[in-house]
């Protein structure tokens, strides 16, 4: 039975705490009596007959939704959608789970004698999946069948002929999406929930739409209403998503939705990454030994190096859940799972929240964490990681751990490199920012030739990485980064320091001398229930 | 006295004799040969003779299925096979047929014991088999060899059972011993690899498959893993005295297990259309050969139904590789 996450309170006898700083490591010591640090629950089991469990779900639909044999037939039209490659973080060592659920919805779709099938990479306005990572996703079997023939492909935003408009809500946002999967008899998605935040109508009604529909949810206004984008029905976001849902609904789109959830298993149980996922007194002669050698390697490699070798890394997940069928009931039951494996019981607000980001995000899959990034992780995803109310107190300190180097991938990432020369040198405040230079970066051609043709992320997409950030610049008196690169660091607006005691020093300013001090220990995913 | 001139003595004869020499040839009349100890020594230190009167018992065959490879499963034989696969086998496959390896994802959550079912083509087979076997299934599998090829006398059996961990099998005639021995192997936490069509193909096209995988998997209640290989004919077919380089694909199937009712020859029919399915899919593409297969159109193993010379020519078509080429391009001939 795995042992359930829990709040630690550090004392004198509590060993240096891990802190993740990119593709590297420290150990930080945290004072005494005033810190706490919420660790994760360890990886529930997972499934052993997953095929077994990918079946049932399939048969035994949740909701109003017949069973998937029932919705195929001869002559049908059917689009099978599935996540891109910002799911799950790191890649899942093979076979992924879309690629078991695809085979076996294809399956049934012979065993129906439904011929014209498409297969779509629901990637919105992300860059586009490389053959190799498509091939991961989806398996060799599936690959080789469709995409010679050009029914397996990367969904294009910015293709008018192949986008439909469905309508508007009642607040006026423009429903958008795919014109394929818009007109097909049948769009089965198939989704990962690594947080709460994936999922549900959000998989549709962003994955497949262009940022004419996009826009209507990524923006300030509805990021700074969302509290937390890991709670949906606290989440502007997740609302503005389930009413372009009904409005896919009632333009007659069906959607069979198959929604999966993993473990924590993000470091698996043997290999030097293990100690990654132990309690630091816990941790053993050979774990003590592991992680000394790993990094004195790790301080000796070129960054390029330790970037190589930390994404070509493949993580053990179990699949702990698969449902099937309409997609709010289907939701529903996903969410459940996905809170019962990451939800930690924390009571009360903190001064300073500290958290080491990791070297991977959504959006630098086998690329750079560019300092955008950075932020976007930190601000946007872990800050959000709560339910009920933020970690940390309004006006209180966050301290990321992270090198933040000023550095960017030209072909994943051209218009960051331009938003970072271009907008955050003159403002970094999210609104001014939307105002000013949105449009320009969303309409520019070759920003959308690059999205379109190359693997660049669409121009308009690191406006979105700041924007999620924005409820977090809103509540917080104060960001610093330790160990980042100073000018990267204060080119976001943030405050660098060399080490922890040197940020504490600077937090001082803002939340007095004896601040509450409380640790993150993310990744392994864990989620704050904050009372 | 005679006339006749005395014969001249050769040197070393006329050499006087030197005091060694007179020793040696003292010693010999004193110490008795070897072969005069051999036969000094009697029963029970030798093995009793037979009264005259007594019909002697036929001598205990020890080649063919009655090759006792018990020895082959031990440590140190087990390590020595180990040594062998991976300082010589598997470079040798590796450089000779290059095998390309599908499938693997669907036995990744299998640990065994399983049975291996494959087409038979080539003495290739066994060792590209053996070469894409993920390394818990490979250090722990016995093959089902032939007991009247492979172990027609001791030394070809002491090699197939130290290279291969093979065992024999008789496939002239139904035994209980080969059946037994394989079957407590399986209990025993070993995995097998059998070729259930009993030989090579002869022409390149499959055979019907027997029924014995499909006995012990029902017998031993054990999954069996159907196994597609593609090229290895190409590469060394029957009766080909030369070895040709080339590559090969090895597709493994999704774990099949007996339903209800299923004895052997239906099981073992089912087993033959997952590997006919295999086969579509390797030489097709997974999607069109799940909708045959699903439509009970997946072509058989054994070929169209035809002369000779248009068995010969459809094998042509059956190209793992043909996707890979620009369409319309002309066909070669097989």
Redesign the interface.
Known sequence: MPRPGFVLDVDKSTPPILFHHGENFRLEKLPAGRSRVIYPAEPHPGI????GAIRHALLNPLGECEPLPALLHRGMKLTICFDDVSLPLPQMR??DIR?RII?AV??LA??A?V?D?HIIAALALHRRMTEHELRHVV????Y???A?NGLLYNHDAEDLDNLLLLGTTDRGEEVEINKRAAESDLVVYVNINLVSMDGGHKSTATGLASYRSIRHHHNVATMQKSKSFMDRHKSELHSSNWRMGEVIRKADVKIFQIESTLNNDTFGTEGPLSVLQKREWEWNLRDRASFMAMKAGLDRMPTSATRKLFHSWRAPFGVTSVHAGQVDAVHEATLAQVYSEQLVKVEGQTDILTMGLPYICPYNVNSVMNPILVMCLGLGYFFNMYRGQPLVREGGVLILSHPTPWDFNPVHHPSYIDFFEQVLSETTDPLEIEQRFEKDFAEDEWYRHLYRTSYAYHGVHPFYMWYWGAHALQHLGRVIIVGGDPAAVRRLGFRPASSLNDAFELAADVVGPSPTITHFHNPPLVMADVS | MSDAPRRKRPPEASAPLTKAKVLVAFARTQVPSASHLLRGIEFPLRPPTVPGSIEPLPPQKRTGADYDTEWARRPTARAARRALFEGLIRPTISAVADPEVRGLDRVGHIDGPVIFAANHHSHLDTAVLLSALPARFRNKVFIAAAADYFFTNRLAGGASALALNAIPIERTKVTRRSADLAADLIADGWNMAIFPEGGRSPDGWGQAFRGGAAYLALRCDVPVIPVHLWGTDRLLPKGAKQLKRGSTVVTFGAALRPADGDDSRRFAARLEREVAALADEATSDWWSARQRAHADETPSLSGPDASAWRRTWALGERDPHQRDRRQGAAKIWP
Do not use: I, K, S
């Open positions: 052993d007959d997953v095929d093979r076979p690629q085979e294809l399956d012979a065993q004698g011929d099938v398996g060799d079997r599936v080789d069948a469709f010679p």
